[in-house]
């Protein structure tokens, strides 16, 4: 019996470790230099819900290059997914830490703190699965991508597929989709307000009224304020030469309506933003006149 029961082990070591281990060699993430992904497991995932839901929803996405995108919505993005990124090669471990921490406390396996990296690498290749495997699957093709590519084409592809409302996938998709322009003619709050809803973005709308989002873009304006958009590392990755300049791959657009109802914030929300503990409650004093003072910031883009 004892023999059994040791054998039975072995084999599920062995079926989990080819199971993990293969993904140190396949995909091919290093195509990615020179190809743009023309549907993800995560919209291939997305679209098994709708036919099951009986949704008739098509995926509406336009690629487009990160010259072609206000660096406005790249700040914005940054400063509310992952403020750490120019730095980290992957893994934000403190993040990672209070994560497990929160998990511990709740007895519950959510295990958030996610890059920009990472979450690029689930949207790509996995599924949303909060399982311990497939954490562990992410995080080896996470270490594969921040090797084989530079920070720019990274956020380049994060912004091309990360998921914006039902349907609605892509920063330039979301753009004529919420505020009827592309994704360069986007300012300051609207960027803001965009970066907001990644949390979660099938439960929050850009222009609804739910007091998260309101709170959450305002917050992340201001620290685009205090910081202003030329900073060391920004410069430095966007002086360098595009990898490559690929063709755009063709996407049915056929949006569906969004509603402007909101629910309550719950799970699937991040942690506060890095700086908000150091914002006070209706703190003004940096944001006097916010048109005023939107102008002077989109100036220094341009």
């Given at each position: 019996m004892f023999k059994k029961i040791l054998f039975i082990i072995a084999v599920i070591f062995v079926g989990i470790s080819l199971n993990l281990g293969i993904y140190f060699f396949y995909p091919d993430v290093a195509k990615l230099k020179k190809e743009n992904p023309v549907k993800t497991a995560f919209m291939e995932y997305r679209e098994d819900e709708w036919l099951k839901e009986g949704k008739n929803i098509k995926i509406n996405q336009k690629w487009v290059k990160l010259s072609r995108i206000n660096p406005l919505v790249i700040k914005a993005v940054i400063i509310s997914e992952d403020d750490k990124f120019w730095h980290h090669e992957g893994f934000d471990y403190d993040a990672l830490q209070k994560a497990i921490e929160e998990d511990i406390k709740k007895r519950k396996f959510k295990v958030g703190g996610s890059t920009i990296s990472q979450q690029l690498a689930k949207n790509l290749y996995l599924s949303p699965s909060k399982n311990p495997i497939r954490k562990i699957k992410e995080a080896i093709l996470t270490w594969r991508i921040e090797k084989a590519l530079s920070k720019k084409r990274i956020i380049e592809l994060y912004l091309n597929v990360a998921e914006w409302g039902e349907g609605i996938f892509g920063i330039e998709a979301a753009a004529h989709h919420y505020f009827g322009k592309p994704a360069s003619a986007l300012s300051a709050r609207e960027a803001a307000k965009l970066a907001a809803v990644l949390p979660n973005p099938r439960r929050y709308n850009p222009l609804g009224s739910s007091?998260?989002?309101?709170?959450?873009?305002?917050?992340?304006?201001?620290?685009?304020?205090?910081?202003?958009?030329?900073?060391?590392d920004y410069e430095a990755v966007m002086k360098e030469p595009d990898e490559v300049i690929p063709d755009e791959p063709e996407q049915t657009e056929n949006p569906p309506s969004v509603s402007k109802d909101e629910e309550n914030p719950g799970e699937g929300v991040k942690e506060p933003l890095p700086e908000e503990k150091k914002i006070k409650e209706g703190e003004q004093k940096e944001i006097s006149s916010p048109a005023e003072n939107e102008e002077k910031f989109e100036k220094t883009v341009n």
């Open positions: 007091k998260y989002v309101i709170n959450r873009s305002e917050r992340i304006y201001r620290i685009m304020i205090r910081r202003g958009i030329i900073i060391p």
